[in-house]
């Protein structure tokens, strides 16, 4: 919780306005050459960060974040839309008028969209927070409840459906004596609370899963959810229809050469139950341990780790993945040492460095729509997908 604040105070502080991109590859296999992206600007109606995008097209978006108000006294929460040609901010709840916050949207319908984070009174009490778009307006919903949770948080959500919908974060759970993963369900009247498994095998040793930042579905039988607090392999849990279980991935004792300490999946993505990616970033041993950038894929028997591009400028870690199809997917991250964004394009053969022109400032996340449009999202600019 408390680091995600520090999170966005540190970002606003440095960037300000928030922004959007659209892009669309005219033909994915030569999309270092023929990608191009249309900033659209979200409303600047202050010092805003967006965290998350959902798209159901290219003109049928939402984004979430927050709001600084009151010279950044107060966090609430923010919902942008976006119609195909402008963004129009929509009222939400801020339940505490402290700090409310909105990590991560699903755009379900135009009468059904879910947005969820969380919300912070000023003596620290933390509780997650749910709300739910209609059609016409945002409404807070009361999420899943336990005798033995606390200090909640939900960090990005995923909807099968509209009546079946998933949201991911953290909690403190008395139970197991500390923090640990958060799994929640809607299923068309309510949210409840989903055991889970709160502890993982790495290299013969035990851990607990203190928190999961990532969630994606295929189907009913067949979502996925990753930590990003693995130690030497990636975390990441899956749900048959009946329960969730943790799946085993590649050990990574050593990568690229460099010893590993921590491992930490900040995103996924699916075209199928045959085609998922995860990605993100591993640290070594030591205040200045070497970065590298994390892409593990799913072939529907076995998770496999994935060679990055050979680059000057590949990324040292990856935000965001978002993909289209087996042969069309993207990555995002940060040029080495810089805040400049940095694109990766899989062609269904390898990762590729994509040079991005006209491009600039920061970018958190990449959201894909069936139109085979991508947004991209910042805290400085977005951008839509030329061909959306």
Do not use: C
């Not at 922004?19 to 979200?42: E, H, M, N, R």
């Not at 498994?197 to 035990?206: F, M, R, V």
């Not at 010893?259 to 990616?277: E, G, K, Q």
């Not at 205040?287 to 894929?297: G, I, S, W």
Request: hydrophobic fraction near 45%; charge should be negative.
């Amino acid at each position: 919780m408390m680091r995600r604040l520090g999170a966005l105070a540190a970002s606003v502080a440095g960037f300000g306005i928030a922004a959007v991109l659209v892009f669309s590859p005219a033909t994915a296999q030569a999309a270092g050459a023929d990608t191009t992206f249309t900033a659209i600007p979200p409303v600047n109606i202050g010092t805003v960060n967006l965290m998350a995008v959902s798209a159901r097209s290219a003109s049928d978006a939402w984004a979430v974040g927050v709001n600084y108000l009151n010279a950044n006294t107060v966090i609430a929460t923010l919902a942008e839309h976006w119609n195909g040609s402008t963004w129009q901010v929509t009222p939400t709840p801020s339940p505490t008028g402290n700090a409310d916050v909105l990590n991560g949207v699903a755009d379900v319908s135009p009468s059904a969209a879910w947005a969820v984070g969380y919300s912070q009174t000023s003596t620290g009490t933390t509780t997650a927070l749910i709300e739910q778009w209609n059609g016409t307006k945002w409404t807070r919903v009361p999420g899943g409840t336990s005798a033995t949770s606390s200090a909640e948080t939900l960090n990005a959500v995923v909807a099968v459906s509209a009546t079946n919908v998933w949201a991911v974060g953290e909690h403190f759970d008395s139970s197991a004596g500390g923090f640990v993963g958060l799994i929640e369900h809607f299923n068309g009247t309510a949210w409840s609370i989903v055991p889970n498994p709160d502890t993982y095998t790495s290299q013969g040793i035990q851990h607990s899963i203190p928190s999961f930042n990532a969630v994606v579905a295929n189907s009913a039988s067949d979502v996925w959810a990753a930590s990003n607090s693995g130690v030497q392999t990636a975390v990441i849990e899956h749900w048959d229809g009946s329960a969730w279980s943790v799946v085993p991935t590649p050990p990574l004792a050593v990568l690229n050469g460099q010893d590993v300490n921590t491992v930490a999946v900040d995103s996924l993505a699916a075209t199928s139950a045959h085609d998922v990616w995860a990605v993100g970033g591993t640290t070594g041993f030591g205040r200045h341990a070497p970065h590298n950038q994390l892409v593990e894929h799913w072939d529907g028997t076995a998770w496999s780790l994935v060679p990055a591009p050979a680059g000057t400028t590949t990324p040292q870690g990856l935000s965001s993945v978002a993909a289209l199809s087996p042969t069309d997917a993207w990555a995002l991250g940060f040029q080495p040492g810089t805040a400049v964004p940095a694109f990766q394009h899989w062609d269904g053969t390898a990762w590729s460095d994509v040079a991005v022109t006209g491009v600039s400032g920061v970018l958190n996340e990449l959201a894909a729509a069936p139109s085979s449009t991508l947004f991209a999202l910042g805290n400085t600019q977005a951008f839509l997908s030329a061909n959306g």
